[in-house]
T-cell receptor
Framework: DSGVTQTPKHLITATGQRVTLRCSPR?????VYWYQQSLDQGLQFLIQ???????AKGNILERFSAQQFPDLHSELNLSSLELGDSALYFC???????????FGPGTRLTVL | AQSVTQLDSHVSVSEGTPVLLRCNYS??????LFWYVQHPNKGLQLLLK??????LVKGINGFEAEFKKSETSFHLTKPSAHMSDAAEYFC??????????FGPGTRLSVLP
């Protein structure tokens, strides 16, 4: 158990809908990262927050957004969902930006 | 720019035989290197990391990796494979001041 929690574990929704994925980092970790893992694209970095501020952006679509709250938990919002958004979404956390990352168990999103 | 190449998408070994998973990297700076393992339907778990100390790094579950700067390689090895080692393995590079870059992964199968 990495100490990173993610909810929900599974999410099934329809095209065009909006969902929110939640992540709680390990105690003491200030950085939160979001990744998307799909069969065709592999593991893709989406976005990073550090102590509430956006620190780095990867291959995140405009339909997706994230934030990190004062208690350091983070949410990833996915809107206008498409079939291709079906994937595993992982959250990771680290103490500082460039330390090793600890991954949560992931949220499996299925868009029908 | 940084990049990671995992030379084999799939490696198959017999239980009790050695494991070799190959990783080559490209980085403009002195890199930090990591290996993560992902078991089916699980999050990623840190196996080991290299951060410019000893070039031979020991990790969990009997795995180790050797950093070879001249060959820009960070291959993962284990003397004797166990059935529980069957998983996906990711090599990761992080250059100075950079975010993580994941390789495409190598799927390890262990045959009885």
């Amino acid at each position: 158990d990495s100490g990173v929690t993610q909810t929900p574990k599974h999410l099934i929704t329809a095209t065009g809908q909006r969902v929110t994925l939640r992540c709680s980092p390990r105690s003491g970790d200030l950085s939160v990262y979001w990744y998307q893992q799909s069969l065709d694209q592999g593991l893709q970095f989406l976005i990073q927050y550090y102590n509430g501020e956006e620190r780095a952006k990867g291959n995140i679509l405009e339909r997706f957004s994230a934030q990190q709250f004062p208690d350091l938990h983070s949410e990833l919002n996915l809107s206008s969902l498409e079939l291709g958004d079906s994937a595993l979404y992982f959250c990771a956390s680290s103490v500082e930006t460039y330390n090793e990352q600890f991954f949560g168990p992931g949220t499996r999103l299925t868009v029908l | 720019a940084q990049s990671v190449t995992q030379l084999d998408s799939h490696v198959s070994v017999s239980e009790g035989t050695p494991v070799l998973l190959r990783c080559n990297y490209s980085s403009s700076y002195s890199p930090s290197l990591f290996w993560y393992v992902q078991h089916p339907n699980k999050g990623l778990q840190l196996l080991l990391k290299y951060t410019s100390a000893a070039t031979l790094v020991k990790g969990i579950n009997g795995f180790e990796a050797e950093f070879k700067k001249s060959e820009t390689s960070f291959h993962l090895t284990k003397p004797s494979a166990h059935m529980s080692d069957a998983a996906e393995y990711f090599c990761v590079v992080r250059g100075q001041g950079q975010n993580f870059v994941f390789g495409p992964g190598t799927r390890l199968s262990v045959l009885p």
